[in-house]
């Protein structure tokens, strides 16, 4: 019997206790080259979210948006620190400094800096402007590009969708890390600001045929270089 049969029979059976998961992460950190503690900090976690990962994108709606796509892969296992909406990891997509002091929702923050690095890697400029409100950066990515059709979605484009009451400003956001699938609706995406407190960047799953909550998606323009 592998571990992973043994661990799944465990749960199913509901004997698996606080022991096997220190035995587990210690045995998953010592197979990685990671420090065998059983504590699953923020190198465990992008280790194993890597072995999660979705199909690898060669291919997407701009070149843009892959670039931006690939700063978002690179941020996977960081995020909040020492309380809710903090963290020099959230400080920084912000564009703020580390003043330890909360920064807010996150989910625009960083969508926002994975593509202003990304058209600052490109030597493009950057083709809408910034801001903290999901929705609203949704709207000024489409206004900027093109508004696409749920069954066109590629790798890089932006996703956002509706929250709290209907039609108010609450939003989240993401960013498409692959293409859709059309015969399911299934696409995958790398998204900040997911899940309680310490939330990380990870990716994320969605059935976007059977979501009334998801509002649109953008593609964001191939520019030439600005020198």
């Not at 509901?14 to 998961?21: E, M, N």
């Not at 950190?29 to 465990?44: I, S, V």
């Not at 670039?67 to 909040?80: C, D, F, P, S, T």
């Not at 903290?132 to 000024?140: N, S, V």
Request: aromatic share 6%; proline share 5%.
């Amino acid at each position: 019997m592998n571990a992973a049969t043994y661990l799944a029979r465990e749960l199913a059976s509901k004997r698996l206790t606080h022991s096997h998961l220190v035995t587990a992460v210690r045995a998953f950190q010592q197979a990685h080259g990671l420090l065998a503690d059983g504590k699953p900090g923020p190198k465990t976690c992008a280790a194993m979210a890597r072995l999660l990962a979705p199909p690898a994108a060669d291919h997407g709606g701009s070149t843009l948006g892959l670039a931006a796509l690939e700063v978002a892969k690179a941020e996977i296992g960081n995020g909040e620190e020492r309380q809710n909406n903090d963290g020099p990891h959230v400080a920084r997509y912000h564009g703020k400094k580390d003043d330890k002091l909360p920064d807010g929702n996150w989910c625009a923050a960083f969508v926002g800096y994975c593509y202003e690095q990304a058209a600052k890697k490109l030597d493009r400029k950057l083709p809408f402007k910034r801001t903290g409100g999901a929705k609203l950066l949704g709207k000024r990515a489409a206004k900027a590009g093109i508004k696409v059709a749920v069954e066109d979605i590629q790798p890089g484009d932006i996703l956002w969708w509706d929250r709290g009451k209907r039609g108010d400003w609450k939003g989240h956001i993401e960013i498409a890390a692959t293409a859709i699938d059309p015969a399911t609706g299934v696409v995958h995406t790398v998204a900040g600001n997911t899940g309680r407190f310490p939330a990380k960047v990870r990716y994320r799953t969605h059935d976007l045929l059977h979501d009334d909550r998801f509002e649109g998606a953008a593609r964001l323009p191939d520019e030439e270089a600005t020198t």
